[in-house]
């Protein structure tokens, strides 16, 4: 796996994060559903990133905790973001249909979970938090 295709994942990762944090700053319309899914794809993508970086084949899933799993093998301290992982991971599907709303308290801790895991992914890619 080529070093761009880590760059690609943390791009298309940031994408993610502003996409939450602009849905979070409507006051007018809110996007809760969409700000807790960009959330969720922000930890995915980043956790993607890490194991793209490492070598480590993974296949099509939206399952944090499984991906998760395998960045742990790597590295033990991605033990530490099991919570945050949790709560961002009912966000992966269900919340883009009909049946399932985030509430803005919803939106706030995808977001506050969301900011968690970047963090410390990009510390364990060596990137700097912006």
Not at 16 to 42: S, T, W
Not at 51 to 80: G, M, S
Not at 101 to 122: G, P
């Amino acid at each position: 796996m080529p070093e761009d295709s880590v760059d690609e994942w943390i791009r298309k990762a940031e994408q993610d994060f502003e996409y939450a944090r602009i849905g979070m700053r409507r006051r007018k319309n809110p996007l809760y559903d969409g700000v807790c899914f960009h959330a969720q794809q922000c930890a995915e993508k980043y956790l993607k990133a890490f194991l793209t970086r490492h070598k480590i084949e993974f296949r099509k899933t939206h399952d944090l905790t499984e991906l998760q799993r395998a960045c742990a093998q790597v590295d033990p301290a991605f033990r530490l973001i099991i919570e945050p992982l949790k709560l961002l991971f009912v966000y992966a599907v269900d919340i883009r249909y009909p049946g399932i709303s985030a509430t803005e308290q919803d939106a706030r801790d995808a977001v506050a979970a969301m900011k968690q895991v970047r963090a410390f992914v990009r510390a364990r890619l060596g990137l700097q938090t912006r």
